[in-house]
């Protein structure tokens, strides 16, 4: 696997980069050999923070973490990673009767519960073009977490979003 890091406002030291490697090297029996994991480390206020993302074969396992230091977050995200990648082969395993089982996990001490949760509740709206500006206003206005639009400026549907850090996300939806 390809490890690639990205700093901002942090400077990762090399024994940090060796153990990081070493760590996702266990998770190689997983992918094929051109998946890449991208580890962004930064530093926000007196807390340090992870990204961990790893892509093959168009599939995404992401995991984000925040703490005292980068050598306890890389310990936490890695069984988010395996989570997520345990229930992606148990869901494609559920396809193929005859798959192999894996014989162990990595950072998991026990399966995880692999049941999703059910939908309780079915929204249809229709999409009338508003501006970022206009939706900006409609998430405040609401009360709401994020508001899906259709952005009257280029015609695309949008979800703007609330942030963490009291600030907005834009999500541009391509067809």
């Known amino acids: 696997m390809k490890v690639v890091f990205v700093e901002k406002k942090y400077k990762a030291a090399q024994r940090f980069r060796s153990i990081v490697e070493d760590k996702l090297a266990r998770l190689d029996k997983y992918f094929p ?6 580890v962004c480390v930064s530093k926000q206020d007196n807390r340090e923070k992870l990204e961990l993302t790893i892509s093959a074969k168009g599939l995404l396992y992401r995991a984000e973490v925040s703490g005292n230091n980068n050598y306890e977050n890389i310990d936490l995200a890695l069984p988010k990673i395996e989570k997520q990648i345990v229930r992606t082969k148990e869901k494609a395993r559920a396809g193929r009767r005859s798959a192999p089982k894996n014989v162990g996990y ?9 049941k999703l949760a059910e939908i309780s509740k079915r929204k249809v709206f229709d999409l009338d073009p508003i501006t970022v500006e206009e ?6 206005r ?3 977490t994020f508001y899906i639009f259709l952005n009257a400026e ?11 850090d009291k600030k907005y996300g834009l999500i541009e939806v391509n067809f």
């Open 142 to 144: 609401l009360d709401h």
């Open 154 to 164: 280029d015609g695309k549907v949008n979800v703007l979003y609330k942030r963490n």
């Open 135 to 140: 939706a900006k206003d409609a998430i405040e």
């Open 106 to 114: 990595e950072f998991l001490e026990e399966k995880p519960d692999l």
């Open 33 to 38: 050999d051109d998946a890449t994991a991208t």
